[in-house]
């Protein structure tokens, strides 16, 4: 026995200690020691994995808020537009804003978590007054633009579906999204479960909606990885741009995290791990939703000739075509888009208002800062597509305000401290920036 303890303790080979033992037997045998360590690696990795599923559930939520301006009132405008328009040739816009807005998403997120200060703070402490002056004028601007896109949506599904007039139906969408808000009183999480729910409504209703289209599949794969764009189509390719891509979230993002950050650094690291993931899941479920508005578009309309140019043709053209089911689950949707964008747009309001400029004005004061133009718009009856697809043309306008100052900030060692932007992050976000606007100059171009 002390012979053997002194053969392993000098390096003896496992074979010879188990000698006499044929392979793969013996107590000490290197199969059994090898399916041991294989064994207890897969149990340890399915323990990891059985902890890091509950704790994810902890922190999804805040993207999930933001996702919704990926699909609101606006984006029901720009794809049913270029869906009926084009057919599926510009699925492949949806797929590089994507791309942008998960970047942009977790680079906001990344920036709220390391710092628990929101954007637009960081901004108000680190640029010169002018500066902020004008970054709180065109945050409004953007608000007020993304106002017009939700009002007119909700407004529009509550008419489609109970008949109400649309000046009424606005400001009964109003209403609700300052319903919706008041649930913040019982805590973020449940403001984001009522959005998420929203959310999830747009989701089914666009399912039922692609289940009755029936749409080609081999060309939508096609054109979700060919891009094609062309001067009748770039008009219509930045308002999805501006669509998916949207300047308030951005500002928005980095103050929504911080309900659920820790300050200690093993803390913050895990935090972004799940919030990437937050992001992740929230903007693809997004990308899908958007995709689904070309393809029932064109499925429906381009395939028939039909040139839809409003959102209540659309809504009574799906009825004779694909059903009543069809038409119903169209109206919900944007009624879900509606109400939850307006919700998400007045939380946006409050960061963008009171951040760059510290002016502290009640949560209905802002509101109605940013409700008038949508107003007026609705009380002058103008028409519903052509003032959606404006309004996101003019977001991809001043999306540059928000990406440029987030990446001015996150690219600062003093501010961010080991969770500053690497090189390629870097590189990655100015060429993201870049890219948005060429598109804008090349929109300008085209209209000369």
């Given amino acids: 026995m002390s012979s053997a303890i002194g053969d392993v303790v000098a390096g003896a080979s496992p074979a010879r200690f188990c000698r006499g033992a044929p392979r793969g037997e013996g107590p000490f045998s290197m199969d059994r020691v090898v399916a041991g360590t294989v064994a207890g690696r897969a149990g ?84 010169s007054k002018p500066v902020n002056w004008v970054l709180w004028a065109v945050g409004v601007v953007a608000a007020m633009a993304t106002d017009l896109a939700e009002f007119m949506g909700g407004a529009l599904g509550f008419y489609l579906l109970f008949r109400i007039p649309v000046f009424w139906a606005a400001l009964l969408t109003g209403v609700v999204s300052f319903l919706i808000l008041a649930l913040d009183r019982y805590g973020q999480e449940m403001v984001e479960l009522a959005i998420t729910s929203l ?87 997004a990308f899908a939703i958007n995709s689904a508005m070309v393809v029932v578009s064109a499925a429906t309309f381009h395939s028939r000739g039909i040139a839809v140019d409003s959102i209540e043709l659309a809504h009574e053209t799906l009825t004779p075509l694909l059903g009543g089911l069809s038409g119903a689950a169209f109206a919900v949707a944007l009624l879900a888009s509606g109400l939850s964008s307006s919700a998400v747009g007045t939380l946006a309001g409050q960061i963008i208002v009171d951040g760059f400029v510290g002016l502290k004005m009640p949560a209905w004061a802002q509101r109605l800062l940013t409700m008038v133009p949508a107003i007026v718009v609705l009380s002058l009856r103008a028409d519903p597509v052509t003032t959606l697809v404006l309004s996101q043309v003019m977001l991809s306008f001043v999306l540059p305000a928000a990406i440029v100052p987030l990446l001015v900030v996150t690219g600062r060692a003093d501010v961010m401290g080991p969770f500053v932007d690497g090189k390629l992050v870097r590189v990655s976000g100015w060429t993201i920036a870049g890219l948005i606007i060429a598109l804008n100059l090349a929109l300008v171009c085209s209209l000369v």
Wanted: hydrophobic share 50%.
């Fill in 199 to 285: 959310v999830g409504v747009i989701g089914v209703a666009y399912v039922i909606e692609l289940f009755l289209a029936r749409p080609d599949w081999s060309l939508i794969a096609f054109h979700t990885l060919v891009p094609r764009v062309d001067r009748h189509s770039i008009l219509i390719a930045t308002g999805m741009l501006g669509a998916t891509v949207m300047p308030h979230v951005i500002y928005l993002h980095s103050h929504l995290v911080q309900s659920r950050r820790n300050a200690t650094m093993e803390a913050m690291r895990e935090h972004l791990f799940m919030e990437k993931l937050d992001v992740l899941v929230a903007m693809n479920a």
């Fill in 44 to 127: 340890e990795s399915r323990r990891r994995n059985r902890l890091i599923a509950p704790r994810a559930l902890k922190f999804l939520g805040p993207a999930f808020v933001v996702s919704v301006a990926y699909m609101d009132p606006g984006n029901f405008a720009t794809n049913i537009t270029a869906g009926s328009r084009f057919n599926y040739s510009l699925l492949w816009v949806l797929l590089w804003s994507n791309v942008f807005a998960i970047f942009l998403q977790c680079q906001s997120a990344k920036l709220g978590i390391a710092t628990g200060v929101s954007l637009p703070e960081h901004c108000r402490r680190l640029f």
